[in-house]
T-cell receptor, first 118, second 114 residues
Framework: AQKVTQAQTEISVVEKEDVTLDCVYE???????LFWYKQPPSGELVFLIR??????QNEISGRYSWNFQKSTSSFNFTITASQVVDSAVYFC???????????????FGTGTLLAVQP | DTGVSQNPRHKITKRGQNVTFRCDPI?????LYWYRQTLGQGPEFLTY????????KSRLLSDRFSAERPKGSFSTLEIQRTEQGDSAMYLC????????????FGPGTRLTVT
């Protein structure tokens, strides 16, 4: 069975602090994809990143960085110098492959609510 | 085309009534997904289509739920004889199927069953 665990329910930081959101996943698939989505107060899920199971290189995009470690089944997300606009619920998700290689359903974690205080 | 759209954005209905939601995906996307999200939880998969074919349905999708995508473009999700437990945000997402692409989500339809 596939499962995503986000153990941190809520995190509160002060602006400019760095913060790491944890994600641990379970899957028996050898090929799979991992995702992070942001859900701001407006409610619409916003795609942030996709990683495949064969690419363990860390990725950096501006203030965002992701650390994928297959050995520990983790895909953690770090925001550097957090800003008030980063306040949102962040979801980690997992997907397998079928039907010619396209990702199918997403299995989401329960999300981490990040509150960045000014 | 600016993204996935869903209508209505909010729906309040009385228990026992039928409701129908519509999703218009990004125009070139041939995959369309429905998810349900309750308060404090992540979205849960309900069903998905590739073009007009419904390829998978979750066990969450009881007999009271039906989804269609008649021409491979927009999709509808109907709930018959609504129950209070159906109250949730219903999310639609679309993606390309040619390779492993991310899903883009619409703003959702919030259903309240009184």
């Amino acid at each position: 069975a596939q499962k995503v665990t986000q153990a941190q329910t809520e995190i509160s930081v002060v602006e400019k602090e760095d913060v790491t959101l944890d994600c641990v996943y379970e899957t028996r698939d050898t090929t799979y994809y991992l995702f992070w989505y942001k859900q701001p107060p407006s409610g619409e899920l916003v795609f942030l990143i996709r990683r495949n199971s064969f690419d363990e290189q860390n990725e950096i995009s501006g203030r965002y960085s992701w650390n994928f470690q297959k050995s520990t089944s983790s895909f953690n997300f770090t925001i550097t110098a957090s800003q008030v606009v980063d306040s949102a619920v962040y979801f980690c998700a997992l997907s397998g492959l079928n039907y010619g290689g396209a990702t199918n359903k997403l299995i989401f974690g329960t999300g981490t609510l990040l509150a960045v205080q000014p | 085309d600016t993204g996935v759209s869903q209508n209505p954005r909010h729906k309040i209905t009385k228990r026992g009534q039928n409701v129908t939601f519509r999703c218009d995906p990004i125009s070139e996307h041939n995959r369309l997904y429905w998810y349900r999200q309750t308060l404090g939880q992540g979205p849960e998969f309900l069903t998905y289509f590739q073009n007009e074919a419904q390829l998978e349905k979750s066990r969450l999708l009881s007999d009271r739920f039906s989804a269609e995508r008649p021409k491979g473009s927009f999709s509808t999700l109907e709930i018959q004889r609504t129950e209070q437990g159906d109250s949730a945000m219903y999310l639609c997402a679309s993606s390309l199927a040619a390779t492993a692409y991310e899903q883009y989500f619409g703003p959702g339809t919030r259903l309240t069953v009184t």
